[in-house]
T-cell receptor, first 112, second 116 residues
Framework: ELKVEQNPLFLSMQEGKNYTIYCNYSTTSDRLYWYRQDPGKSLESLFVLLSNGAVKQEGRLMASLDTKARLSTLHITAAVHDLSATYFCAVDQIQGAQKLVFGQGTRLTINP | DTEVTQTPKHLVMGMTNKKSLKCEQHMGHRAMYWYKQKAKKPPELMFVYSYEKLSINESVPSRFSPECPNSSLLNLHLHALQPEDSALYLC???????????????FGEGSRLTVL
């Protein structure tokens, strides 16, 4: 059974600092997704990573995928308050029907 | 158009009521999903429809009954729910992941359900 673990689960940081969120998963997959969720809102797609070594960047966020290590990272550069949200990674089980399994989420708070 | 539309946005129902949640997409996606999300938790998959056929049922209680009338519509019929079923119900859709498709899920805004 596919399991997805994120760490840290809570992250409080200051504006201007850099940090990384980690996403580990338990079985082979080459499809990983990052989503953002604001309180009381739905999930917004951030990145789609579809192969080993994939790297995507959007503004202050950069995501990467290492399928051999079963690890994805979401790196935040020079954080700003607007990035405060909960970030989820999700992994496609790839066997059978498409099924995304979500990590627990990382609640990110960026303080001025 | 990259929108998934869910109605209603909020629903309050008693344990003896029957209600339905509705979801619509016009992106030509052939897979549609229902997820349940409790506060401060990740979304949990309930059902997957692929090409209008139920392909995954994650052992969801029968008081939740999904229906896919056509490739653009997905319903979730609710009957005799319990207070612990109160949650945000998210609908999503995606292209088939074969070939060059990314399999990316696009989520609706959700229906917030309260069961009294």
């Amino acid at each position: 059974e596919l399991k997805v673990e994120q760490n840290p689960l809570f992250l409080s940081m200051q504006e201007g600092k850099n940090y990384t969120i980690y996403c580990n998963y338990s079985t082979t997959s080459d499809r990983l997704y990052w989503y953002r969720q604001d309180p009381g809102k739905s999930l917004e797609s951030l990145f789609v990573l579809l192969s080993n070594g994939a790297v995507k960047q959007e503004g202050r966020l950069m995501a990467s995928l290492d399928t051999k290590a079963r690890l994805s990272t979401l790196h935040i550069t020079a954080a700003v308050h607007d990035l405060s949200a909960t970030y989820f990674c999700a992994v496609d089980q790839i066997q059978g029907a498409q099924k995304l399994v979500f990590g627990q989420g990382t609640r990110l708070t960026i303080n001025p | 158009d990259t929108e998934v539309t869910q109605t209603p946005k909020h629903l309050v129902m008693g344990m003896t009521n029957k209600k339905s949640l509705k979801c619509e997409q016009h992106m030509g996606h052939r897979a549609m999903y229902w997820y349940k999300q409790k506060a401060k938790k990740p979304p949990e998959l309930m059902f997957v429809y692929s090409y209008e056929k139920l392909s995954i049922n994650e052992s969801v209680p029968s008081r939740f009954s999904p229906e896919c009338p056509n490739s653009s519509l997905l319903n979730l019929h609710l009957h005799a729910l319990q207070p612990e079923d109160s949650a945000l119900y998210l609908c999503a859709s995606s292209q088939d992941r074969q070939g060059a498709q990314t399999g990316e899920l696009f989520f609706g805004e959700g229906s917030r359900l309260t069961v009294l």
